[in-house]
């Protein structure tokens, strides 16, 4: 296998990787290979990985400028769809559609999305209204499309599409960045900049409005335009009575649960906290501000 920043998928007991000009399809129970599928272009992929879904496994070749859809089965070419510029994000699936990003550094719009049919590889639409890079890859959640975009040379952006027609929904100024948005109770979180040539931020914003909740401070240093974040979840239990604690999740403070108490004090309880690759663990939040952050453990 070829080298690779990408990400392995797994699905019904197989693992799937695109490293160098290949993507590999193998048991994960043993290891051994049930197909490989060779790049037409003779170009190799760079950071994005496959997507895999409804028997069907997407993968592209950066510089080749494609996306391919292979057979979840057997690993043969169904169908080629040709970008602008470079493919760089691993594919997002819903409802038969396919989401797809490319970057043309150098070009006056630099940014492209794409919705495509994932059956028979037809453009349904595509935005080439993005000011900046689509080097990331690609949410989907409440009928929007959420991506980042990484400028060479200032700020990002994380935008707000339409799932049925790609216009721009609502866009605001981050800093740069490839981090995939991340989706949970309304809001999305993500992260950027890059050492030497920014600061480095983590974000969370309204997914319906775009308005930021809170952003982590540049003086603590945790982000990074390669970093994407997990939400994580918590749960203990204190010795007080037998009675259970139901524990909701407010609008304006993302991260800090709101107890509802049954009489008689609390016996369960839940904490969340967002975590990224670079070893950070962001604790409970309150007013939607960051409590403390720390290296995780």
């Keep these: 296998m070829g080298g690779s920043w990408s990400s392995p998928a797994y699905h019904n007991g197989s693992v799937y990787t695109s490293t160098g000009k290949d993507t590999w399809k193998i048991n994960a129970a043993d290891g051994t290979v049930d197909w490989k599928f060779v790049n037409p272009s003779g170009h190799a992929s760079c950071n994005g990985g496959p997507t895999i879904a409804d028997g069907k496994v997407f993968c592209g070749d950066w510089d080749g400028n494609h996306y391919y859809c292979v057979h979840e089965d057997n690993g043969v070419l169904n169908w080629t769809f040709t970008v602008t ?52 890859s690609p949410s989907i959640g409440d009928d929007k499309i959420y991506v980042t975009t990484y400028n060479f040379y200032g700020y990002g952006e994380l935008l707000a599409l339409s799932k049925e027609t790609g216009d721009i929904l609502w866009q605001k100024s981050i800093e740069r960045t490839d981090s995939t948005p991340i989706l949970a109770y309304g809001n999305v979180y993500l992260t950027g900049g890059c050492s030497g040539y920014s600061d480095h931020r983590t974000y969370c914003f309204n997914a319906q409005t775009g308005d930021l909740i809170w952003q982590t401070d540049t003086a603590d240093d945790i982000g990074g335009w390669t970093c994407t974040v997990a939400l ?29 108490r049954p009489s008689g004090g609390i016996r369960r309880a839940e904490r969340h906290r967002l975590s990224m690759t670079g070893g950070y663990s962001l604790s409970e939040t309150t007013a939607g501000s960051i409590a403390s952050a720390r290296p995780a453990r």
Excluded: F
């Excluded at 997002?92 to 490319?102: K, N, Q, R």
């Design 85 to 136: 510029g470079y493919v760089q994000g691993t594919p997002a699936y819903e409802d038969g559609l396919v989401y797809l990003t490319s970057w043309s550094d150098g070009d006056a719009v630099k940014g492209h999305m794409y919705c495509v049919n994932a059956t028979d590889g037809t453009q349904i639409w595509h935005n080439n209204k993005i000011a900046q890079n689509c080097c990331g």
């Design 232 to 260: 994580q979840t918590v749960k203990y239990t204190s010795v007080a009575n037998r009675q259970p604690i139901t524990l909701t999740m407010t609008g304006h403070s993302p991260l800090t649960p709101t107890p509802v």
